[in-house]
T-cell receptor
């Protein structure tokens, strides 16, 4: 069973479209994240949710909206896609706060988004 | 804000030899956690090794070990007996209690036969 699963793995779409990426974890973790990896491989956090509540919201355009229906799911919806949104988007989860951080994050396999 | 710096964009090593990847970080916290992640061409992020800041003993996982120097804020990764499957991007990462893992820019390691 995949611990953190993202769908789709690849997404090619035209500028101006709206798309969603789904993420689910079956680890019982309390916290989930979205990271963006650009063409230079740099990983930058976008959002973090703890028990369905938004706790980190980095400087990300309003076109990006996360949704967490329950603590096992964190979806990312992107409106009015732009060329610069092309990247790999990673979902991740972690046990929670404090000393549980030693376990690190478990990542999904990533979604390669290409905007044409 | 915490920052993580990896000063080696690319490195290469001969198969069976040893290589060390560098990482430094900046924080005012006393308790935190450090990690090395591997990202092979498959794109999957794989946890290689982790270290708690309050533990002085360096972590070891089979062929992978770290040299953690807390005062110098340095956290290097040593890979012994390098294998072709070690070819990947390696990311150093930092987190504390604030649910926010920060990554370095990565080092692309190539193991040559």
């Amino acid at each position: 069973d995949t611990a953190v699963s993202q769908t789709p793995k690849y997404l090619v779409t035209q500028m101006g479209n709206d798309k969603s990426i789904k993420c689910e974890q079956n680890l019982g973790h309390d916290t989930m994240y979205w990271y963006k990896q650009d063409s230079k491989k740099f990983l930058k956090i976008m959002f973090s949710y703890n028990n369905k509540e938004l706790i980190i919201n980095e400087t990300v355009p309003n076109r990006f909206s996360p949704k967490s229906p329950d603590k096992a799911h964190l979806n990312l919806h992107i409106n009015s896609l732009e060329l610069g949104d092309s990247a790999v988007y990673f979902c991740a989860s972690s046990q929670g706060t404090g000393g549980n951080q030693i376990h690190g994050y478990t990542f999904g396999s990533g979604t390669r988004l290409t905007v044409v | 804000a915490q920052t993580v710096t990896q000063s080696q964009p690319e490195m290469s090593v001969q198969e069976a030899e040893t290589v060390t990847l560098s990482c430094t970080y900046d924080t005012s916290e006393s308790n935190y956690y450090l990690f090395w992640y591997k990202q092979p061409p498959s794109r999957q992020m794989i946890l290689v090794i982790r270290q708690e800041a309050y533990k002085q003993q360096n972590a070891t996982e089979n062929r992978f070990s770290v040299n953690f120097q807390k005062a110098a804020k340095s956290f290097s990764l040593k890979i012994s007996d390098s294998q072709l499957g070690d070819t990947a991007m390696y990311f150093c990462a930092f987190t504390n209690n604030n649910n926010d893992m920060r990554f370095g820019a990565g080092t692309r390691l190539t193991v040559k036969p």
